[in-house]
């Protein structure tokens, strides 16, 4: 197939995914969304070259208005170069990992669309009882059986994070543990559709700084008293669904967070 042909398969592709995208997103983020999923799958190659802005702005059925808006979406997370004079560019590999925060991401698609290679080690699932930090994450009783998912999370060899994640157990534990614990460590968000048939709606999420204690300073490589950033997640399969909650440290010199906050409109 041609270089001509294959950008423009490319092209309706991106193109049926714009226009078939969630419906309460509005058409900037679609066009972001289609380009990021393209990036992740390789169909946009690292360092490949968009096209011009008026050509592909036509051939996607948007406004360029819009397709700025969605570049300038894709430019801040870290996915896409602008080169004033040269073009739009999909960035090259890096070693740092930029994940906005308005949007879930499993951490291993993170990895890829980033071009690294994603990796778990030191992967562990037993069943504790609820702390009340847990219990009010879960809405669950205190003391109540869960499943904690404990893992370090890796970018090639470099340790980026330290994963807990927690699933309510209650009076289901005999033969929902025997199913978690097959977990190879890789993307909760879809082992949990795969064998519970759980689609995460939406979530919670809040971000702060603290210090690296003992334990995770030796796993992360950094000396104690590092800074790290912690998110507290709570995944929602429904509005008072709540299915799963993530206790993350990042190693904060390899992720960043970002965030878009649309100005209001006079």
């Not at 778990?120 to 998912?149: N, W, Y």
């Not at 669904?241 to 206790?247: C, E, G, P």
Request: aromatic content about 6%.
């Amino acid at each position: 197939m041609t270089d001509r042909a294959t950008n423009d398969q490319s092209t309706e592709e991106l193109s049926d995914r714009i226009w078939q995208g969630v419906p309460r997103e509005n058409l900037a983020t679609r066009v972001a969304n289609a380009i990021r999923e393209q990036i992740r799958s390789g169909k946009l190659e690292r360092g490949s070259q968009l096209r011009g802005e008026v050509d592909f702005s036509r051939e996607l059925g948007v406004s360029r208005q819009t397709l700025r808006e969605a570049t300038r979406l894709l430019t801040r997370e870290g996915l896409l170069t602008i080169r004033h004079g040269a073009g739009t560019f999909v960035t090259e590999r890096s070693e740092n990992l930029t994940s906005p925060l308005d949007k879930m991401n499993s951490m291993s698609a993170l990895i890829r669309e980033h071009g690294g290679e994603a990796g778990v080690d030191g992967l562990k699932i037993r069943r504790i009882t609820a702390t009340a930090e847990i219990a009010a994450a879960l809405e669950i009783p205190e003391a109540s059986a869960v499943a904690e998912i404990f893992r370090r999370r890796l970018i090639g060899s470099r340790p980026l994070a330290i994963a807990y994640d927690y699933i309510a157990l209650l009076d289901d534990a005999e033969w929902k543990l025997p199913l978690i614990k097959t977990f190879d460590g890789g993307s909760i968000y879809q082992f949990m559709e795969a064998r519970f048939q759980k689609q995460f709606a939406f979530s919670e999420a809040t971000l702060s700084a603290v210090s690296a204690g003992k334990k995770h300073a030796e796993l992360l490589h950094v000396k104690p008293g590092f800074p790290l950033l912690l998110m507290r997640e709570i995944q929602f399969e429904a509005p008072r669904q709540r299915s799963l909650y993530s206790v993350i440290y990042h190693h904060s010199t390899l992720v960043e967070f970002s965030l878009v906050r649309p100005g209001t409109r006079s």
